[in-house]
């Protein structure tokens, strides 16, 4: 991968980059995130790039980024783009571009002044997002929000009216394996600072032992930190082959037709499934299922938890997560107060620390002050007579 830096000027007076990579395509950014490399160009085909697709860009270590859909299409403030610029990756939206047809995966290309170029070809000019406009353009929609809000509100209302069963409580659930039953369940989903919030959630993981679901990709999330999930629900197009074969019960969410996308993958791999069809999003199935089951408890790790989290994941289905959190609100607990509220138990290596330094400390007094040679010899004399040991 090379880097080259240019003497033209952005529109915000800093200097502009070219970059140069390996090019990788995917349509479906939670799925190109798999298999991208440091030093690689995404070109991907994403409206309204998401907080989460977001920071997975970053962390693959891309040096640039090629959307064939407009990053930001202006109706509410995703913080996708932002996340991207900020951490000195080039984006350039070249919405309506062929690139997916006249490209291929592992073409080098060359990204400069918001144009892409093969060798010496220029394949699409589109708009190089700058930082401080991105920025501008972010806090201006952040003001505009209310069209945003009125849109959310009004499909709010009409998934309550088409799926009152499913929010009332009247889903068909098949008997599971795994009991949940006056326990506390913890459910990953790949979203908003998973990794970190799971990592906080270590202690607490390791004193209460809940039952650990993941959902899609979150069953990697918790493999990943050397957890193995109890459950893995979702229609298993983002959990890896690994983790489905970890041992974990899984559950497919099917539409309410029937169709269930994630069955044939895992007839394929010759593993036993249980289905569930029911609308809403994999992750409400997950909680409905904890809820219906009498989990004492539910703690979300990466799942949505504030209005903007919800226009940013931009899905009408964000419609039956706010509702799902409604119904059962007085169990649901996000990890982040999970973390800063629970304390810690101290483990048994503190404790045999503390012990093996109080003997050793005894030990010492006892060898300087030869007073205490008798009191020794003696306090050693009853030790072997409670324990049966002859001299």
């Given at each position: ?197 799971l990592r906080a959630l270590r202690p607490y993981i390791r004193d209460v032992r809940p039952v650990l679901v993941g959902v899609d ?56 499934y249980k289905l569930v069809p029911a609308p809403g999003t994999s992750q409400d199935i997950a909680m409905l299922i904890a809820a ?32 799902t959190r409604l119904r059962i609100g007085e169990i649901l607990v996000d990890a982040k107060g999970v973390s800063r509220l629970y ?49």
């Amino acid at each position: 991968m090379a880097v080259t830096s240019t003497t033209a000027s952005s529109a915000d007076g800093g200097a502009r980059r070219e970059v140069e990579g390996i090019a990788r395509l995917g349509k479906r950014t939670k799925h190109l995130v798999k298999r991208l490399r440091p030093g690689e160009i995404a070109v991907i085909d994403h409206l309204d790039l998401d907080r989460v697709s977001g920071e997975d860009l970053v962390s693959c270590g891309v040096v640039g980024v090629v959307n064939c859909k407009p990053s930001s299409s202006g109706g509410y403030p995703n913080m996708g783009p932002l996340l991207v610029v900020q951490s000195g990756i080039q984006l350039i939206d070249v919405p309506g571009a062929s690139l997916f047809e006249t490209l291929r995966d592992g073409d080098r290309i060359v990204l400069r002044d918001g144009e892409v170029w093969r060798r010496g070809e220029l394949l699409a000019s589109g708009e190089l997002q700058e930082p401080a406009r991105v920025q501008r353009q972010t806090e201006q929609r952040r003001e505009e929000i209310g069209d945003a809000l009125e849109a959310f509100a009004a499909n709010t209302v009409r998934y309550m009216v088409e799926e009152r069963d499913l929010l009332s409580g009247k889903i068909e659930l098949p008997r599971f394996d795994t009991d949940v039953h006056e326990k506390p369940v913890l459910i990953v989903v790949r979203g908003v600072d998973h990794k970190r919030d799971l990592r906080a959630l270590r202690p607490y993981i390791r004193d209460v032992r809940p039952v650990l679901v993941g959902v899609d990709g979150g069953a990697d999330a918790l493999l990943e930190e050397g957890f193995r999930p109890d459950m893995i629900v979702g229609d298993m197009d983002s959990a890896t082959d690994a983790a489905l074969r970890c041992g974990a019960e899984l559950v497919v969410h099917a539409y309410p037709d029937g169709r269930a996308p994630g069955r044939e993958h895992l007839e394929a791999l010759g593993l036993d499934y249980k289905l569930v069809p029911a609308p809403g999003t994999s992750q409400d199935i997950a909680m409905l299922i904890a809820a219906e089951k009498g989990a004492q408890l539910i703690v979300s790790v990466g799942s949505h938890f504030n209005l903007v989290e919800f226009l940013d994941k931009n899905r009408s289905g964000m419609a039956s997560t706010f509702l799902t959190r409604l119904r059962i609100g007085e169990i649901l607990v996000d990890a982040k107060g999970v973390s800063r509220l629970y304390r810690p138990q101290p483990g048994l290596a503190p404790v045999l620390l503390l012990l093996g330094v109080g003997l050793v400390a005894l030990v010492v007094v006892v060898l300087a002050t030869p007073a205490l040679y008798d009191v020794a010899d003696l306090l050693w004399l009853k030790l072997q007579v409670l324990l049966g040991i002859s001299a």
